[in-house]
């Protein structure tokens, strides 16, 4: 059975940087796609980025240019990096992992990303 485990949130301050790290087991790594969501409080949770197995990727417009979605085939890490992160970036970050997106397959426990003003 596969898993994903998050790391990498924190509370950063507006304009900072973070790199967010999902570690996948199993054979998950090579399913079709992997992605990152997340939740805000009160609102839907949302598809900030993903990839495919043959490398298209896919951004949220509300990051695109900011956050970037990459995957270490070596390691079996997929990452998510956030430069000049907004306080509406606020919420908690979900690894994921799609044999027939946009269904999702695989979630991970998520790791919260808070952003001050």
């Known amino acids: 059975q596969g898993q994903l485990v998050e790391s990498g949130g924190g509370l950063v301050q507006a304009g900072r940087a973070l790199r967010l790290s999902c570690a996948v087991s199993g054979s998950i790594f090579s399913i079709n796609a992997m992605s990152w969501y997340r939740h805000a409080p009160g609102k839907e949770r949302d598809l900030v980025a993903a990839i495919e197995n043959g490398g298209r990727v896919y951004y949220d417009a509300t990051v695109k240019g900011r956050f970037a979605i990459y995957r270490d085939n070596a390691k079996n890490t997929l990452y998510l990096h956030m430069n000049s992160l907004k306080p509406e970036d606020t919420a908690m970050y979900y690894c994921?992992?799609?044999?027939?997106?946009?269904?999702?397959?695989?979630w991970g426990q998520g790791t919260q990303v808070s952003v001050s003003s």
């Open positions: 994921a992992g799609s044999k027939n997106p946009p269904t999702v397959d695989y």
